[in-house]
């Protein structure tokens, strides 16, 4: 069965007053996140990898070289939906409640985690994403290349921004550091945060 392309979970023009333009989900959602998922079938289709999750796909062809192609293409199926559901109009600032408590035991106090993230999304070399996980209970603030991620690596998932430079050229031309600053005080979704944290 073919992987489809979720929905992006708000209308491409959600975020203009919130610093990302319709024309970014147009280009950004709209081409080259559709292009990973079409790659991503054709790649498989008449594989065994047809009939497995995207997480286990992800999985299995991690560490196989002659499938980092399809590594690749899920990988970045999966990264830029979870990207999605990262952001939200109006998002943004510190955390409250459980969450906060949360994010001051791990990382002494909200500014010391934005100061901590930001600093691996602005050093992240080239392409790549910045992540909050949760590695066996404990919150860390990651970075990853290209298309790896915290599935293929053991650890859960929380939140992700991507910083290829595609992600934030639109709106922010060169500026990476303006496009995480956005990120973290206008369009964070703390409840995807809490929910991933919930899960299982
Ligand atoms: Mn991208």
Known sequence: MPFEQQPLPFAMDALEAHGMKAETFEYHYGKHHKAYVTKLNDAVKGTELDSMSLEDVIKSTYSDSAKSGIFN?????????????SLTPG???????????????????YDKFKEEFSNAAATQFGSGWAWLVDDNGTLKVMKTPNAENPVALGKKALLT???WEHAYYIDYRNARPAFIQNFLDNLL????VSANLASA
């Open 91 to 109: 998002g943004g600032g510190a955390p409250t409640g459980d969450l906060a408590a949360k994010i001051d035991t791990a990382f002494g106090s």
């Open 189 to 192: 979704n703390w409840d995807f």
């Open 161 to 163: 921004l991507d910083v």
């Open 73 to 85: 293409n899920a990988a970045q199926t999966w990264n830029h939906t979870f990207f999605w559901n």
